[in-house]
């Protein structure tokens, strides 16, 4: 699929069918997420993938805040990102911090996990709201981990493509 | 393409050719980065698409830093992503800043924007380190313009695919 077309095709899905996703896929997926770019290559990311079911189970009932996402119950598998310490090169490292580019690079992981579960067939939703404490503990994490980025996977129970809303190209984009 | 093979043909690259990039190639490009998610769908992103000679030329000389990156001055094109207001839910808005999650959206914004240009067999570097004042100058923006992403892009002189050196799996990868 050309890749104008494959970020068409991607949405937030929330809702799941109740089919397995293949771990085979969930190791494309990761390997999608691996190979993104980050500053120095410093890979400032760590994918804890959830696939076994009572573990779902577990994490889907952790991540509920204020009742925000009850279709979190029907994800098969879940990735959580967790950011580590970023190495950049020595030069760099005395002038800056050594996370000031984590977040765009876990960004753009993040990116590439959702678009290549599309591109399997997948459905995914990034969730924001999630109670990363009950998430740390049921994965048995230090109470320090800074977990960053949570994506819920599964069989789209609805398989329309929406159209997408953006604000109009003239607020988005400026030529020179 | 499928996804799993674009990743690995995305790469960093730091010399281009004295070949044109076409306009329609980076409204393309810039379409890509709109369509990619964000919360609640605030879009926190501008994108300066740099392209006629003049300024690019004018934008690689401000975009150097400590003469870190000579090749800038061989791309045809850049796009420098302006981090804007993200407005959230109203409910979410009472809870959080605004830009809680505007880094994780721009970089997979980015993300989306390098492998676009990728599958239209165009060439892609981001820099984290730039001149932000000279830019903003350049473009004439407000001295406040939150400049957090910058993207060379043009026909690599190189075109061999490199292969790429990742952490290994088991220290990026965990499964439950």
Redesign the interface.
Known sequence: ????D???I?Q?DRGFLDKVVE?EK?V?I???G????S?C?S?P????????PE?VKQIALDAQV?EMNPFLKTAKAFIIIEEVFAKLMP??AG??DSQ??A??????????I???A??LGLGTC?I??IDRRKIIKT?GLNNETKI??FIAIGYAKDSKIRN????D?S??????
Chains 1, 2 share one sequence.
Request: glycine letters at 6%; aromatic letters at 8%.
């Open positions: 699929m050309e890749f104008k494959l970020v068409k991607r937030s771990h969930l494309l990761a390997e999608a691996r190979l993104s770019p500053a290559n890979q990311w760590l994918f804890h993938i959830v696939e076994s573990k204020l030069g760099l002038l800056i000031t580019f977040k765009l690079d876990i960004g753009g992981t993040v990116n590439s959702c678009l290549q599309t591109d990034i924001g709201m994965l960053v980025s997408k809303i953006r604000k190209i607020e988005t984009v400026k030529f020179y």
